[in-house]
């Protein structure tokens, strides 16, 4: 069966009738008319490669449905086919709208995933751990006083009144808990920053 | 008022779609069937 040399009807009807090798020569015979007019209205390949595929799967369903009765034009038939695709392709992106990265501009380099790496995670845990066995060191009316305000969260009213001193002693206690800290790390050669 | 189109650079009007997608079409064809069953009831399948 020459196939090269029939028609776009004889080709079709061939199809309809279960020939499937006379699809892949309607394709080859259109396919660069299709393609390039999809292309040259979504100017994107990947996109204009799926938005064919679709012009073909809506051809083939048509045919084998037996709703096809444009015989003689079935290139005009499918360009507008591709031309509804294109406009369903096109209301689709206005109603999500997308950004490509490109050389100026690059959406990813404002949107960080603040998500910790598993060795931020590590090195997180370790300084809790060091601080842990830092604050263990300290005298204990600052251990008390550092306690109460970093891990229970209560103000230095509240802690003179736990405590039984003046506010003034409180945050005294405080200002050295801090500076005997920053001594012992200084003394034990801990780290406590990423 | 000028209503031509002009490509850009690269989107030449001989294009051609991938050989991939053209397999897909294929695929699917070979894949697809519907059948009517009354005047208003017609069903579609996908064979594996």
Not at chain 1, 7 to 31: P, W
Request: hydrophobic share 40%; aromatic share 8%; net charge positive.
């Amino acid at each position: 069966m020459d196939y090269k040399a029939m028609t776009d009807a004889e080709l079709v009807k061939l199809y309809i009738n279960g020939k499937e090798q006379a699809l892949s020569f309607l394709i080859a015979k259109h396919e660069q008319r299709i393609f390039s007019y999809i292309l040259s209205k979504i100017q994107n390949r990947d996109l204009a490669n799926d938005v064919f595929q679709d012009t073909f799967v809506k051809i083939i369903k048509t045919l084998r449905k037996g709703n096809y009765n444009e015989e003689g034009k079935f290139l005009q038939w499918s360009l507008r086919i591709a031309h509804n695709l294109v406009i369903d392709h096109f209301r689709r992106q206005k109603r999500i709208p997308t950004i490509a990265p490109n050389d100026e501009y690059d959406i990813f380099k404002i949107l960080k995933d603040e998500t910790p790496t598993a060795e931020n995670e590590m090195i997180k845990v370790q300084i809790e751990k060091d601080l842990h066995k830092l604050i263990l060191l300290l005298p204990e009316e600052q251990l008390e006083v550092l306690k109460l305000r970093h891990f229970s969260g209560l103000s230095f009213k509240d802690i003179a009144e736990q405590t039984g001193v003046s506010i003034n002693t409180a945050l005294g206690r405080m200002r050295y808990a801090l500076i005997n800290l920053r001594k012992l790390m200084l003394d034990n050669k801990v780290t406590l920053s990423m | 008022m000028d209503k031509t189109t002009t490509l850009k650079d690269g989107y030449a009007t001989n294009a051609r779609p991938d050989a991939q997608t053209i397999q897909n079409i294929l695929n699917f064809s070979r894949s697809y069937e519907t059948q009517k069953i009354s005047n208003n009831f017609q069903f579609e399948m996908i064979k594996n």
